[in-house]
């Protein structure tokens, strides 16, 4: 049997939190009813994430694109509480100092009207470009470290000559072998930097299974960690995802898509080892982590201009969503956008790294996490609310017998969640997988057995409260409607016809083509901590 012991350490660091990169954000215009409601804000509002990176600020952003951003925020990223780092998708090409001065203002003109006018005091960090690309050219500025500089300190000038509390990361380069620009805006660039920051998707040609993975991203990011200490900042990894080097490519378009995609057991495989990247992230000392990303891009976009509402969405979308998008696929998701088909079915992340999201959030402190067995690995954090979480990922292939030793005070039952390569626990409707058992910590320690190549989290983060009734359903010729839940728990409803679920919403109405006469409808609320009454 294995023995894992949590601890509280001497001393302890905060972490900022886990989240998602949201380019949704940038095309909500394009969303259906269906697919907003039932998909995107459902889940949003479930897991809840505390930290997302977001493109925005684009120097030629329309107002009209800039407040349909802003309500989308209101929707999202306010009602989470969610921090946000902003960043254009990629710069465009400057030949002169005054075109990047120019670039420099009007990126902050942007930023000045969200954070003041439209009140988005959740942007937190902002940089220059994504992964230092700059028109058609990825990585562009990795060969002219000073020209980032310079478009930094650019930014960093407007920004404190309006007074705004926003900070620049640097570099937000990609890949383990770049993690060297860390060291280089460390000893260049410190005092125009808030936070230091790196993505990666690098696997190294390791399996899912293999624990040199997990010791390679603690070593990197270790590293980086460091790096940032010595000048008393934090160190951010922006991005990162399972990519294995290659894109499934068609005659004319570059599909950006994850290691495994396409394959059932692949995908899994792929949605266990992004756990374990962000274990090691986490116990190295990265104040946070986005997972790369939270809903696929819908089919890549036109720029042509039409007079059409859905082909001016389009142009606008194209433009706006970081350069290249318009000849790129992005099947990263943790869910699909396939309006076509209406397949906006889940896939393996939303079970594994969207439920550790859910549960390692801003403000907790890293607990303390020893392990005999080399094939289990561990992390946990603790709230301020003294609520905490664990997960424990078995690598091996075999079933593990462990018992769990708390030297902190766990003040109530484990609820245990359950994600493993060989069962994945999908649900129809993108809903989180319910807990499978509480464990009793009454006695200072647990013990539970765990599958193969699977992700156990447990966490004494939540209420057993149930939410109040539902009432007021009504069907009509037009669909289902019903009286909207006012508890302050409340994330989401769920629909059943005859006892079958068929919908989960965030709408308090459903349409109806789904809606059948002679049928029985129930609507359930379902709370912050996925409580309902059925």
């Not at 070593?219 to 790096?227: D, L, M, P, T």
């Not at 889940?346 to 549960?359: A, N, Q, T």
């Not at 302050?488 to 769920?494: P, Q």
């Not at 006892?499 to 912050?528: C, F, M, P, W």
């Amino acid at each position: 049997m294995a023995h894992i012991k949590v601890s509280k350490p001497e001393l302890q660091w905060l972490f900022g939190g886990m989240g998602f990169h949201n380019s949704e954000a940038t095309m909500s215009g394009m969303m259906s009813d269906e697919f907003k409601n039932e998909r995107v804000l459902k889940s949003h509002y479930e897991i809840a994430p505390t930290f997302t990176r977001v493109y925005g600020a684009f120097p030629d952003w329309t107002q009209e694109a800039m407040d349909r951003f802003a309500d989308y925020y209101d929707l999202t990223f306010r009602r989470t509480d969610t921090s946000m780092y902003v960043v254009p998708g990629r710069m465009p090409f400057h030949e002169t100092h005054e075109e990047m001065e120019e670039f420099a203002k009007n990126v902050v003109d942007k930023l000045e009207y969200l954070y003041k006018q439209r009140d988005m005091k959740h942007i937190r960090y902002f940089c220059a470009t994504n992964e230092l690309s700059v028109g058609n050219t990825y990585a562009l500025l990795s060969e002219d470290m000073e020209k980032f500089k310079e478009y930094q300190r650019l930014l960093w000038k407007e920004l404190r000559r309006r007074d705004m509390p926003i900070g620049l990361v640097a570099s937000d380069g990609s890949g383990f072998q770049n993690f060297w620009q860390i060291d280089w805006c460390s000893e260049h660039m410190d005092e125009i930097t808030d936070t230091y920051c790196a993505h990666n998707y690098e696997i190294c040609g390791l399996r899912y299974d293999d624990r040199r993975f997990y010791d390679k991203v603690y070593s990197e990011v270790g590293r980086a960690v460091q790096v940032a200490l010595q000048q008393q900042k934090r160190f951010l990894l922006g991005e990162f995802g399972i990519h294995d080097g290659g894109h499934f490519t068609s005659k004319v378009m570059r599909n950006d898509v994850f290691a495994g995609y396409g394959d059932r057991r692949g995908e899994a495989e792929a949605a266990l080892m992004c756990v374990e990247q962000a274990m090691a992230l986490i116990n190295a000392g990265s104040i946070g982590g986005v997972y790369w990303s939270f809903c696929d891009y819908p089919d890549p976009m036109l720029r042509d201009w039409s007079t059409s509402r859905e082909g001016q969405l389009r142009c606008e979308t194209a433009r706006f969503s970081g350069h290249g998008i318009d000849i790129r696929y992005n099947k990263n998701g943790c869910f699909r956008w396939d309006d076509d088909d209406k397949d906006y079915s889940s896939r393996p992340f939303m079970y594994s790294i969207g439920l550790m999201i859910k549960y390692f959030k801003r403000g907790s402190r890293v607990l303390e996490c020893e392990c005999d067995d080399e094939s289990i690995l561990c992390c946990a954090v603790r709230n301020p609310d003294k609520t905490h979480s664990l997960i424990l990922l078995n690598l091996s292939g075999s079933d593990k017998d462990a018992e769990v030793e708390l030297a902190i005070d766990a003040g109530k039952a484990y609820r245990k969640y359950s994600f493993s390569v060989e069962n994945v626990p999908y649900s129809d409707f993108n809903d989180l997988q319910s807990y499978d058992e509480k464990l009793d910590t009454a006695s200072g320690s647990v013990k539970l057995t765990m599958p193969m190549h699977s992700m156990t989290l447990l966490t004494t983060d939540y209420e057993d409260t149930l939410p109040s009734a539902v009432t007021g359903i009504k069907q009509t010729k037009n669909g289902l409607s019903w009286k909207a839940c006012t508890d302050a728990e409340h994330i989401y409803y769920r629909v059943f016809e005859n006892g079958r679920q068929i919908a989960s919403t965030v709408a308090a109405s459903l349409s109806g083509e789904r809606i059948h006469d002679g049928a029985k409808y129930e609507v359930v609320s379902v709370n912050k901590w996925g409580n309902c009454r059925k």
